[in-house]
């Protein structure tokens, strides 16, 4: 289809950059659907990155709208908002928080702006999905005065991944006729994982927080721990801010637990004693969360996981659902280790449905823009 002569249809570059990958998609969008081009992924540091998209986009016609994901710039909504000054240098600000992350974004904005000048570039928020925690969620037991230019709150992340499996368990319903779930559990199990709390479609905790360092373990980060320990590391065992970020973001979790550098496949394929209680480990901090998010909710209606490791680790999954059966949450062993792709995997027993939910970002961001270009137009 040529889109010159159907203005209806709009080119969109989906920008999906983390702390040292970039993942680029090529749509064709319309109101309701949109269609996959192209896609191509890359790793590296930032200098490579940005070489990498100037490369792809000298290749190819400049398209008529970027999304870019952005990890964190405070208190933002879930709609895409277009990119302007005083929103870069929100970004900017915000990459105290979030610095490999948010100064790469900028970089990759200030290439396309560089090489397509005319496009409209867009912010898509990985933090905008918890705008609307409840205070009792958002809130820290601290003094609210203590960062003026930062406000100490649970701001969330991965939202743009659990409102992805939020969507393929409403798709998943609505197909067979049924309602969505009004209590929901959403696990985000990768490099970095989180667990959201969703009631009647609106989350109402979850386990990340003023950073992307707070709640369970994660692959080389160490999720929430004493802060005592910081402190005694800080005050009493002579260790830099520096070296102590270091230590919680790249030397931590299940890196810190057992050899494998935090990756679960590699942890998974040592089968030590010093590797399966790494992975014990895992299963059990995930399992906990669970256990508080059915306490705030009383109940629990779905699970939802999904993630690298929640995707492709049917073990995993085995060993975080291991045991609450009494709270009706069966899982089927045989769908479960035969489960590929979007699959039910509870037991015909079970009272609580179990998914597995493949995550997709780019259909995501996709879907919130689509979203804000009707707004737009019925305004």
């Known amino acids: 289809m040529n889109r010159q002569s159907n203005p209806a249809v709009q080119s969109v570059l989906v920008c999906n950059a983390g702390s040292s990958s970039l ?40 398209p008529q709208a970027v999304l870019h994901r952005i990890v964190h710039a405070g208190l933002v909504q879930e709609e895409p908002q277009r990119l302007d000054d005083a929103l870069l240098a929100r970004i900017s600000h915000w990459a105290a928080l979030a610095p ?14 560089q090489q397509c000048p005319q496009v409209s570039q867009f912010a898509v928020f990985d933090s905008g999905l918890y705008a609307r925690l409840p205070a ?23 939202g743009l991944a659990h409102r992805s499996q939020w969507r393929s368990v409403q798709q998943s319903n609505a197909v067979v006729g049924q309602p969505m779930p009004r209590r929901l559990i959403t696990l985000q199990l990768g490099s970095g994982c989180s667990v959201t709390t969703w009631r009647d479609n609106q989350t109402i905790d979850t386990t990340m927080g003023f950073t992307p360092l707070e709640g369970v373990v994660m692959a080389t980060r160490s999720g929430s721990i004493d802060p005592g320990i910081l402190l005694h590391l800080l005050g009493n065992e002579g260790m830099t801010v520096a070296e102590l970020s270091a230590l919680l973001t790249k030397e931590s979790g299940l890196a810190a637990l057992a050899d494998g550098g935090g990756d679960m496949r590699r942890i998974l394929a040592l089968a030590t004693a010093e590797s399966e209680a790494a992975v014990h480990h895992f299963c059990m901090q995930i399992r906990k969360a669970v ?42 062993s045989t769908r479960n280790f035969a489960a590929q792709g979007l699959t039910a995997l509870h ?20 879907c919130q823009y689509q979203k804000s270009m009707q707004v737009q137009e019925n305004k």
């Open 100 to 113: 490999l992350h948010n100064h790469l974004a900028l970089r990759l904005i200030d290439t396309i702006s």
């Open 291 to 332: 256990g508080a998010a059915i306490a705030v909710l009383g109940g629990v209606d779905a699970i939802s996981i999904g993630g690298g490791i929640g995707e492709h680790q049917p073990q995993v999954r085995a060993g975080i659902l291991d045991g609450l059966e009494e709270l009706g949450i069966a899982l089927d």
């Open 23 to 62: 993942k680029l998609a090529g749509c064709e969008v319309r109101h309701n659907n949109f269609d996959l081009r192209w896609q191509i992924s890359s790793e590296g540091n930032a200098d490579e990155l940005c070489n990498n998209l100037r490369t792809e986009l000298s290749r190819r016609e400049c």
């Open 347 to 366: 037991h015909d027993d079970s009272r609580a449905q179990i998914w597995l939910t493949p995550v997709n970002e780019v259909t995501e961001m996709i």
């Open 136 to 158: 009792v969620a958002s809130r820290y037991a601290l003094p609210g005065d203590l960062s003026p230019l930062w406000p100490l709150r649970r701001y969330g992340f991965h």
